[in-house]
């Protein structure tokens, strides 16, 4: 019991910067709380005792806001962040080293006694809001976007997006890949520190502008070494600091958000 308990509270650290000591974790963690109460009304569903262990879950639901129906077969680390409004339902299957973020539903599309809720794998994360619907088998390593709604399986390291909920390819390191980070690095501009599984279409265009560019380059450094054999003397130019390669937008922005003009307002 202590060493589940010790596992859970290790796996919080692991998953949440935001956690300092296993004494705050123990008593201010809801989804933890959730989780040990579910140990308790899991097994007495499974002794038979099962009006009792759906009381209590729903007692834990007042306490936690966190409603884990006592049917639910839930696997080792399982980490629940924030935790409001989490639904998981009775013949719901949880694997090892699973997260999910507030306003997760694992439910059902149908009446019919049986199997209808999910099926995940191990370390499976799914974003804040997501609904993951019926009888369906998220494999192994699994991503669902924030507020994506998925009724159909999904393949193992995929990730979900959407509504209802698509693949997105996972980006694969191609062979101009390594060039092209290179070449950004040397321009002072470094797009990659975003998650690879999470494509992102203005990454994917800036991509493609980078191969253009050091293809570019390299013909330019051809024909100054061109040139120079043919004994023209050319001055050496160093390539401009791009900064933040601030990209300029057409939308107004938000009130709350100060620009120079609105700063020059406020003087005058």
Not at 30 to 54: D, T
Not at 171 to 190: C, L, N, T, V
Not at 206 to 232: E, F, R, T, V, Y
């Amino acid at each position: 019991m202590f060493k589940r308990l010790r596992e859970d509270i290790n796996c919080v650290f692991d998953r949440d910067p935001a956690a300092r000591n296993s004494f705050e974790i123990l008593t201010s963690y809801p989804g933890l709380h959730a989780l040990m109460w579910h140990r308790v009304s899991h097994f007495l569903w499974s002794i038979g005792l099962k009006w009792l262990g759906r009381m209590l879950s729903q007692f834990v639901r007042f306490l936690t806001g966190i409603e884990i129906h006592p049917g639910a077969k839930i696997g080792r680390r399982f980490f629940i962040d924030h935790g409001m409004g989490i639904v998981i339902g009775e013949t719901a299957v949880i694997g090892d080293d699973v997260t999910l973020y507030h306003g997760v539903t694992l439910g059902g599309t149908s009446w019919s006694k049986g199997k209808r809720h999910p099926t995940l794998g191990n370390d499976v994360v799914i974003g804040a809001g997501a609904k993951v619907l019926g009888p369906i088998t998220l494999a192994n390593g699994a991503r669902v976007g924030s507020n994506a709604v998925v009724v159909r399986d999904v393949p193992e390291n995929a990730t979900v997006v959407g509504i209802p909920g698509h693949i997105v390819s996972t980006k694969i390191k191609d062979a101009g890949s390594e060039k092209r980070e290179a070449f950004a690095k040397k321009i002072g501009f470094d797009a990659y520190g975003t998650s690879s599984g999470m494509p992102d279409p203005v990454a994917n265009a800036i991509d493609i502008m980078l191969d253009h560019i050091h293809a570019m380059d390299s013909q330019m450094q051809n024909m100054c070494k061109s040139l120079k054999s043919l004994g023209s003397e050319l001055d050496v130019v160093e390539l401009p600091d791009l900064g933040g390669c601030d990209i300029s937008s057409t939308e107004p922005l938000p009130e709350h958000v100060e620009t120079d003009d609105s700063k020059e307002s406020l003087k005058e």
